[in-house]
């Protein structure tokens, strides 16, 4: 597969952390083994395992927050940026959401004022939410607004990929249903490609084009979503399904 078809590639990562507190002195613990796998451009991968199994320090290694201590993480486009799955504790709760919106473009210091205006007020309209929202503090919005909200943040500096982390577990059925659908139309709309992490695999057969299996740090099985689902190769793979139905 040529470059120009890929956002991302991770050949044979490994990496964790040392305990320890503050001056990390304990004994490393070792959390992903030897995990590769590429993200195309304009899909839409799942991730998928169970709770503690690495795929949070997965994201935070693509996001260069973790350094792999084997192998390589490999950008063909400017950095990913991260949808998390508490907008309300990952927007500053003193400020309205126009500011919040502005930080971002006034931390690059290239946009004058009316320009940063103009952009939010774009953003804001391709995440379908009111302008009204911009003088609303986060705790005076719905949790599907700040999720909207949030999303508006991660796509600010115009990434072409984005780290969804359990972006709709917080919400109920109905406003999953939507979230779901935006980020389905921002794809299409702005070109975007998605790492989409979730322990929901009814949302993850809804949404993703493949799909990764992790267990214990590994991928143990990847593919195309319909083929991993109704024909899953490894024992994991099928006991997840099964908890699932």
């Known amino acids: 597969m040529s470059e120009q078809e890929l956002v991302l590639s991770l050949r044979h990562v490994t990496s ?7 001056f ?3 004994s490393y613990q070792e959390v992903l083994h030897d995990v590769s796998f590429d993200v195309r451009h304009g899909e839409i991968l799942g ?4 709770s503690g199994t690495g795929k949070s320090t997965l994201a935070r290694t693509i996001l260069g927050m973790v350094k792999p201590d084997a192998g390589e993480v490999i950008h063909y486009t400017k950095r990913p940026q991260m949808i998390f799955q508490d907008p309300y504790s990952s927007l500053n709760p003193a400020y309205p959401v126009e500011w919040i919106l502005e930080e971002p473009l006034r931390i690059y210091g290239k946009y004058p004022r009316e320009e940063r205006r103009r952009r939010v007020r774009e953003m804001l309209r391709l995440v379908e939410l009111p ?5 609303a503090k986060p705790a005076e919005l719905s949790g599907g607004q700040r999720q909207r909200v949030s999303i508006a943040v991660a796509l600010l500096q115009r990434p072409r990929f984005l780290i969804a982390d359990e972006p709709v577990s917080a919400l109920d059925v109905t406003i999953q249903a939507q979230i779901l659908r935006l980020l389905k139309t921002l794809r299409g709309e702005l070109d975007l490609s998605y790492l989409f992490i979730s322990h929901d695999l009814g949302v993850v057969y809804q949404l993703c084009d493949r799909v990764l299996v992790m267990k214990q740090g590994r991928i143990v099985e990847q593919g195309a979503v319909q083929e991993i689902f109704d024909h899953p190769k490894e024992a994991y793979t099928r006991q997840l399904l099964a908890a699932a139905e």
């Open 16 to 22: 964790g952390y040392r305990e320890g507190g503050r």
């Open 24 to 26: 990390r002195r304990g």
């Open 47 to 50: 991730l998928v395992g169970e």
């Open 131 to 135: 302008e009204e929202c911009l003088r």
